[in-house]
């Protein structure tokens, strides 16, 4: 969200092309930040909020450095005036974090085993059978467009389980597939 307090200095050139797509991202977020939580987990009345963040800065982002439509004052004026995350950027600016959803993905402090979030994972990388793309939640964080999927494979006796762990808007779904063999 913007800082309250906005510089006196008026926007550069280009603004009033952007402006009603960030008011309209901002007045999202203001019913994302009044939406009651109630019967929701403290993480899950969060994600409505960390998606709208990474769509504002990734707008701002794809806006300068994909289709070059802004100036760099402009972008500059929507860094310092809080409408885009300079960190968020930064990180998308590196090999190997262009898909980075949020900055909580990178820190292992807030996962129980010191991992990073799937996001992380190269889709090359990523032994997966089926994938999704969609809206998707994983540990708290949003990951816009991502592929997700996690697969766990278990080997028993008798069975092969194959354990699909598909998260769609904050919905956790199972698919278990049980073959004998």
Request: a positive charge; charged letters at 25%.
């Amino acid at each position: 969200m913007p800082k309250v307090k906005r510089s006196r200095k008026p926007p550069p050139d280009g603004w009033e092309l952007i402006e009603p797509t960030l008011d309209e991202l901002d007045q999202k977020m203001r019913e994302a930040e009044t939406e009651p939580h109630e019967g929701k987990r403290k993480v899950e009345a969060l994600w409505p909020i960390f998606r709208l963040h990474h769509q504002r800065s990734r707008y701002i982002y794809d806006l300068f450095y994909k289709r070059k439509a802004i100036s760099r004052e402009l972008y500059e004026y929507c860094i310092k005036e809080g409408y885009a995350d300079k960190n968020l950027i930064a990180k998308w600016k590196k090999q190997g974090y262009e898909n980075l959803c949020c900055l909580r993905c990178i820190q292992t402090r807030d996962t129980n085993f010191g991992t990073n979030c799937i996001c992380r994972v190269p889709r090359a990388n990523s032994k997966l059978e089926g994938s999704l793309s969609a809206l998707t939640v994983v540990a708290g964080a949003v990951l816009v467009n991502c592929w997700i999927s996690a697969f766990v494979t278990v080997q028993s006796d008798s069975h092969l389980c194959l354990w699909s762990l598909l998260f769609t808007t904050g919905l956790i779904s199972y698919y278990i597939n049980i073959n004998e063999k």
